[in-house]
């Protein structure tokens, strides 16, 4: 079974630093293209960040400049370094993924989510 689970949220002081991880686990061949999202209570989920295949990123006006996703190909992995966290920060991170298995001589794909993880920037 693919899936994603993440870690890294806690609770943090208004300047403070986190690192998000999103592990793929399964008979994985690749993780493609890969994002992070963020729903804060009461809004809707949105985009922070997203990453190719190749290591190209993109990012959303707030997040430039303070977060940085990445990618670890060989440990089916990507992160989000969240740096300069602010109290609007907060809320549930998701990653989400396109992940390529290999079943006999087929590629298959999935389009997976993680459970979310808490980012609470407080003093």
């Known amino acids: 079974q693919v899936q994603l689970v993440e870690s890294g949220g806690g609770l943090v002081q208004p300047g403070g630093s986190l690192r998000l991880s999103c592990a793929a686990s399964?008979?994985?061949?690749?993780?493609?293209?890969a994002g992070w999202y963020r729903q804060a209570p009461g809004k809707e989920r949105e985009m922070v960040a997203s990453i190719i295949s190749g290591g190209r990123a993109n990012y959303t006006d707030s997040a430039k400049g303070r977060f940085t996703i990445s990618r670890d190909n060989a440990k089916n992995t990507v992160y989000l370094q969240l740096n300069s966290l602010k109290p609007e920060d907060t809320a549930v991170y998701y990653c989400?993924?396109?992940?390529?298995?290999?079943?006999?001589?087929?590629?298959?794909?999935?389009?997976?989510w993680g459970q979310g993880t808490q980012v609470t920037v407080s003093s």
């Open positions: 399964g008979r994985i061949f690749r993780i493609n293209a």
């Open positions: 989400n993924a396109d992940i390529w298995t290999v079943e006999g001589t087929k590629i298959l794909t999935y389009d997976r």
